[in-house]
């Protein structure tokens, strides 16, 4: 168990509760928990590396053992309904929460009344931009802040880091996408660059209003993955046509290894 492992679950019971889902070990939290966890990580200004799992990251984290690796210094949560599957099939009960980072985030930032500094990289010029300004209308006691977008060379990323520890924000979303924007968390920053720092995925996209979220009725039945696959099928169809049977067939073998011979 790295530092960062051993520190969490010293400071969150639940934490010694968590699951390996492929090889990465999910924080077992339900919302109110994972809210607890972080707002304080932030209040005792520690830094802290978030990052979520679903079906996707962690067939990319079977194949990549670099990446599975750096994900031990992160604090993962739960993100859909792939990994609530492992988790029943591997440990018989499901996550006590979905905290995909699409609902997550921006209600974690809405429970929290006291002023933040909150850091935007990645996505496109547009989308960032119109993210922040979404943020910012819906949780007026933050300060959200455009760092930069997520298409810079190597010396706009030194200026991008001069701007960090100048700013030092108390939240960093980076959306670079899977694993980019955690290889560059993991690579790139430390305490002097923010607080919390979240690898977000297609959050600004979402937030933006450049990628339409699904009805209610179909998150409901826990079915945006469907809805998503729909509206771009040619770039989606080999992570979700192909990528969760092989997930769901990842998660088998793990439990068949698990279980181990027969006496």
Request: contains cysteine.
């Amino acid at each position: 168990m790295s530092m960062q492992s051993l520190t969490t679950a010293v400071e969150n019971p639940s934490q010694q509760r968590r699951k390996d889902i492929l090889g990465v070990n999910v924080a077992p939290f339900d919302r109110a928990e994972a809210i607890a966890f972080l707002a304080r990580r932030i209040r005792e200004r520690r830094f802290t590396k978030i990052g979520f799992l679903n079906a996707h990251i962690a067939n990319v984290a079977s194949t990549d053992a670099r990446f599975a690796a750096l994900l031990s210094d992160f604090v993962v949560l739960a993100d859909g309904v792939g990994v609530d599957v492992a988790a029943k099939i591997l440990y018989g009960a499901p996550f006590p929460a979905n905290l995909n980072g699409t609902d997550f985030i921006p209600a974690f930032l809405k429970s929290q009344q006291e002023p933040l500094t909150i850091g935007l990289l990645g996505a496109s010029r547009d989308n960032v931009e119109q993210a922040a300004a979404r943020l910012q209308a819906m949780m007026p006691q933050h300060r959200v802040t455009v760092i930069h977008d997520g298409f810079f060379d190597t010396a706009a990323e030194d200026e991008i880091l001069a701007r960090l520890g100048r700013l030092r924000p108390d939240v960093l979303l980076v959306a670079m996408g899977v694993p980019r924007q955690e290889y560059w968390i993991d690579g790139r920053l430390s305490a002097d660059h923010c607080t919390t720092a979240f690898a977000v995925g297609a959050l600004f996209d979402f937030l933006s209003g450049a990628v339409p979220r699904a009805p209610s009725w179909v998150r409901w039945l826990r079915l945006e993955w469907l809805f998503r696959l729909g509206l771009e099928p040619s770039r989606l169809w080999r992570r979700y046509i192909v990528g969760n049977p092989l997930f769901l067939f990842r998660v088998l073998m793990q439990r068949l290894r698990r279980a181990g011979p027969a006496a």
